[in-house]
């Protein structure tokens, strides 16, 4: 267990899900409108992507020589606004999925100890170079237990 081979399995699980576009197991952002179409966009030139990244982990003493470690994983997801095609909706949808099935995988497949239920923290609208979309985020926390040898 660790914190990459975590992050990969929530890659894997996310990708998993229909119609969820392309997946970045770190941050990827750009200001480039073609670099963020080539990022972002499915085969349908909308944006629609996900990152996963953890920007924060706190380790506690659980007991001798053993530690666990919280990782706080984020998930951001960006989804082009269509009105006529209820893009709100679908994204919700494609929230909701994620959130399924992280539930009914929470130990990652054998990659942590376990995961907590998944949380939607935020669902907005954001323009990237000129281009309305919506997006979320969901938060994780993931507790890896740590094995060490004191000095």
């Given at each position: 267990?660790?914190?990459s081979?975590?992050?990969?399995q929530l890659?894997?699980?996310?990708?998993?899900?229909?119609?969820?576009?392309?997946?970045h197991?770190?941050?990827?952002?750009?200001?480039?409108?073609?670099?963020?179409?080539q990022?972002?966009?499915?085969?349908?030139?909308?944006?629609?992507?996900?990152?996963?990244?953890?920007?924060?982990?706190?380790?506690?003493?659980?007991?001798?020589?053993?530690n666990?470690?919280k990782?706080?994983i984020?998930?951001?997801?960006?989804?082009?606004?269509?009105?006529s095609a209820?893009?709100?909706k679908v994204?919700?949808?494609?929230?909701?999925?994620?959130?399924?099935?992280?539930?009914?995988?929470?130990?990652?497949?054998?990659?942590?100890?376990?995961?907590?239920?998944?949380?939607?923290?935020?669902?907005?609208?954001?323009?990237?170079?000129?281009?309305?979309?919506?997006?979320?985020?969901?938060?994780?926390?993931?507790?890896?237990?740590i094995?060490?040898?004191?000095?």
């Amino acid at each position: 267990m660790n914190l990459s081979n975590i992050i990969t399995q929530l890659k894997t699980i996310v990708e998993s899900i229909d119609g969820i576009g392309k997946v970045h197991d770190y941050d990827r952002w750009t200001v480039d409108w073609n670099t963020l179409r080539q990022l972002f966009a499915d085969d349908n030139n909308r944006l629609n992507g996900w990152v996963i990244t953890c920007p924060q982990s706190d380790e506690n003493i659980h007991a001798n020589v053993v530690n666990i470690r919280k990782h706080r994983i984020k998930i951001e997801g960006i989804y082009g606004q269509k009105d006529s095609a209820e893009s709100e909706k679908v994204f919700r949808d494609l929230l909701e999925k994620i959130c399924d099935k992280l539930r009914e995988n929470n130990s990652l497949n054998g990659s942590c100890l376990r995961a907590d239920p998944p949380r939607v923290a935020k669902v907005m609208r954001r323009r990237f170079a000129g281009i309305l979309a919506h997006v979320g985020e969901i938060h994780l926390s993931v507790d890896e237990y740590i094995r060490y040898s004191p000095a």
